[in-house]
DNA sequence: TAGATTGTTAATCGATTAACAATC
DNA sequence: TAGATTGTTAATCGATTAACAATC
């Protein structure tokens, strides 16, 4: 079952982001040397990931980009929609919760909270900011599994909390905080002072 | 020199901010076993990375996290301010902008461009949105190194070529798209949705 | 058919872990 | 001193690459 290494996955995302482009490019067949041009990966690796899946690839002509896409959409799960929880709603929050880039790759903000009473009851994107008292009830009764945390990095563990307590088992963090939690639940995390520091090493 | 792996340095800002809340708290000695058991990372890991750069340890004891912080911020070039433009000015460049956690860790967005003429001459932060025609020299007469894009896609890689041309050596990118650059420039990806959907295949 | 490109194997390369002497 | 923890070595583990028979 899930003996496909997390490196792989990790990079599938990649590939189907990369096969969008692709289509609306207009093209319908892509080989894996023409993929690795266009992403710095080598073919090499693009087929052996890409065949851990099945195989997809014709001989002689490459991928068929609307088949690929389908398949990687089906193996990443984003051949749905997934609600999120968006907790905080600062400046960030309101930028991700208005993000236009979601609907179309499997995800809607479905919810978002907030603990201070000038944010509360507001609307952003198309949603109304809700109490943060009331979150751990309302991601449960909806049966929520992703959610974002964009709160200050004091918050960020608590709301982490009271998330996967509500039964979330998919976070991503933008507070600047290494986030502890039981082992089926996964983090990622989007702190932009990492990769910039990761940049300025080498300038 | 740089015989230091690419994975190793990219786990320095991650050691970097997790001594900072450590600092925080009050301690001023750290066990790699300590650290391992906050980020995650085994204490062999952490003991052989940090090993790279010095013998900042003491035996029985740990690290000093002054010290040490004060040698990771050296080594990753943060014990300066980098001056950092941004491409893009729309909620989430508006949100970089104002956002707290750069100035404290070695960025100041001294610059922000947008093609929007409705944009163009409003405040935003601490800077005035500038003409995006004008980016190219006066990147180039800042000799501003590190640039940030957060426009549409569609207006990532003509953005980067512009920074890249302007002298810019590390760009961090929140378009959902690969950009392709010369060799000796660095880039950083922050699209949301690749995180997202690197954790519902295991959803 | 000839040319191109896949899927896969074996070889290489690199990263992580376990273990322990050195030492604070 | 006794206990704890480092820095480092050797062993393990895993990921990437090169190469090529299979085949479209």
């Keep these: 079952m899930s003996e ?6 990790s990079r599938l995302p990649i590939y ?3 096969l969008e482009n692709i289509a609306a490019e207009g093209l319908t067949c892509i080989s894996s040397q023409e993929l690795s041009e266009r992403l710095g990966i080598s073919a090499a690796q693009i087929r052996k990931d890409l065949s851990m899946f099945g195989e997809y690839g014709k001989q002689g002509r ?6 690929l896409t389908e398949a990687l959409r089906r193996h990443l799960h984003v051949d749905r929609m997934w609600d999120v929880v968006l907790v905080g709603v600062g400046d960030l929050g309101h930028a991700l919760a208005r993000y236009k880039g979601f609907p179309d790759h499997g995800f809607r903000i479905a919810m978002a909270f ?4 000038e944010k509360i009851g507001t609307r952003v994107g198309e949603i109304e900011v809700e109490d943060v008292r009331y979150m751990a009830r309302r991601v449960q009764e909806n049966g929520i599994l992703v959610g974002m945390i964009a709160t200050p990095a ?5 709301a982490a909390n009271t998330l996967v307590f509500a039964g979330v088992r998919a976070l991503l963090n933008y507070a600047p905080i290494h986030l502890t939690v039981p082992d089926d639940v996964r983090v990622e995390y989007l702190d932009p002072v990492i990769p910039l520091q990761r940049m300025t090493y080498y300038l």
């Design 16 to 18: 189907l982001r990369a």
């Design 4 to 9: 496909i290494p997390h490196v792989v996955v």
């Design 114 to 117: 907030d603990k201070d009473p």
């Design 62 to 67: 490459g991928y068929p980009v609307a088949a």
């Design 154 to 158: 004091n918050a960020a563990q608590e």
